[in-house]
Each structure stands twice: as C-alpha cells, then as structure tokens.
C-alpha cells in the first residue's frame, strides 16, 4: 500500500513538472459522482491539486486499485 502511494506521489510530482494543464470538465466531475463517498480527506486533497487529465486519470486507476479486495482477478469487484 505504501509503496503504491510513494509511486502515486511521485507521479504527481513529475507529471506537475512537465507543465501545468487545466482539467477536463469530464474529469473534474468524477470527484462529484458517487466516488465522493469513498474518497478520504487526503484524496479529496490530492484530487483538488490535480492539474491535468493524465494525473487524474493515473489517480483514478489507483483509486480503484487501491479498494480491489482480490487484486489478482481481472475483476474489481469493489468497483463492480
């Protein structure tokens, strides 16, 4: 789990050196959806410094893959 987030955060930090990009209004609504009431203070935060689509989208992968109970399967049943 830790090891996920040191690569989640080192990803933002990178991706926010490459340049500054605004997101999509696609994007910004994913956070509104009914993921809100799974999200925790931290995400929500992380979430909120988002610059551009690719981080929100490397975000949301972990998102998902941080909740998958049998990482193993092809399946997210959480998600599911």
């Given at each position: ?70 990482p193993g ?8």
């Amino acid at each position: 789990m830790k090891f996920r987030i040191t690569i989640f955060a080192a990803t933002i930090v990178l991706a926010a050196a490459a340049g500054f990009a605004q997101l999509s209004m696609a994007k910004a609504d994913w956070a509104r959806g009914p993921v809100q009431y799974f999200m925790t203070k931290d995400e929500v935060a992380q979430w909120n410094a988002l610059k551009s689509d690719a981080e929100a989208d490397q975000f949301i992968v972990l998102f998902w893959a941080k909740r998958d109970p049998s990482p193993g399967t092809p399946q997210n049943e959480f998600r599911a």
